[in-house]
């Protein structure tokens, strides 16, 4: 028999069906059109290595984000899908990222990783980083790295020195999220929002400039082999924080997972 794991608020079988189907790279893109999935599953290095699918990783507390493959699980990303209500998007009024609390601090209380001594964006760099070197006599602030990154495939030799080439890109955006509710919600679930690991990922720099404050229905990353992937994960942040989302972007996240 099945067994079934509890994720979010959506029971995951798991069993033999998922072990066959871990080892078929089927697809669950889609373009932004909101076509068909496509057999695109170039995911480069970011689809490899210590890359976490978001279905195996609740908290967001392991790296990376690798593809969701399998109909197994693209039935249960659905699933997950979706459970998230809809609403229009609010107006940006009054939104101010210092509303979210100071950057990447320490002390935002309920997340993974919180108060441990060193700052969300060296915890996440930490975290999807590999080959890393620290400043010398820390073990938190990293100097340099390699990154797999999965909104693009591409393998990034990182330096501090160009610190902008890799980027922390908030998956639900906060400016989103202001309009979708964020605005009435109180300090402490802001500053949880802001520094939540589950709603953070170390990628390409001008991938994420060009995201901006976008829902998927306007963005989706590059890398069609993450896209479902990037849905789950929209998905399992707006669940956690009980938020809705655009009902174009909740199409557009179920069309590429296959639904």
């Keep these: 028999m099945a067994r079934y794991r509890r994720w979010g608020r959506v029971a995951r079988r798991t069993g033999p069906v998922v072990c066959a189907a871990v080892v078929l790279l089927a697809g669950c893109a889609g373009g932004r059109d909101g076509g068909s999935p496509a057999g695109d599953e170039s995911g480069g290095a970011a689809a490899g290595g210590r890359a976490a699918s978001p279905l195996d990783n609740p908290d967001g507390t392991k790296p990376g984000l690798a593809p969701v493959t399998g109909e197994t699980d693209r039935a249960a990303a659905r699933e997950l899908i979706e459970t998230v209500p809809t609403k229009g998007r609010g107006p940006k009024t009054g939104y101010d990222r210092e509303d979210f609390g100071y950057a990447w601090m320490d002390t935002a209380d309920g997340v993974p990783l919180a108060r441990n001594g060193c700052d969300t964006r060296n915890d996440l760099l930490r975290r999807d980083g590999q080959d890393l070197r620290f400043r010398s006599g820390s073990d938190c ?108 972007d909740k199409r557009m996240m179920l069309t590429q997972c296959g639904g």
């Design 141 to 248: 602030v990293v100097i340099a790295m390699t990154l797999a990154d999965p909104y693009t495939g591409k393998t990034i030799e990182w330096r501090k020195q160009q610190a902008a080439e890799v980027q922390i890109d908030h998956v639900v955006p906060l400016s989103y999220s202001w309009q979708m509710g964020a605005s009435r919600w109180s300090e402490d679930k802001r500053e949880q929002l802001a520094n939540d690991v589950l709603n953070l990922i170390p990628v390409d720099g001008p991938a994420n400039s060009a995201k901006g404050d976008s829902g998927p229905a306007a963005w989706l990353p590059p890398n069609r082999s993450v896209r479902c992937a990037y849905a789950v994960r929209f998905a399992q942040v707006a669940v956690k924080y009980e938020m809705p989302v655009t009902p174009d």
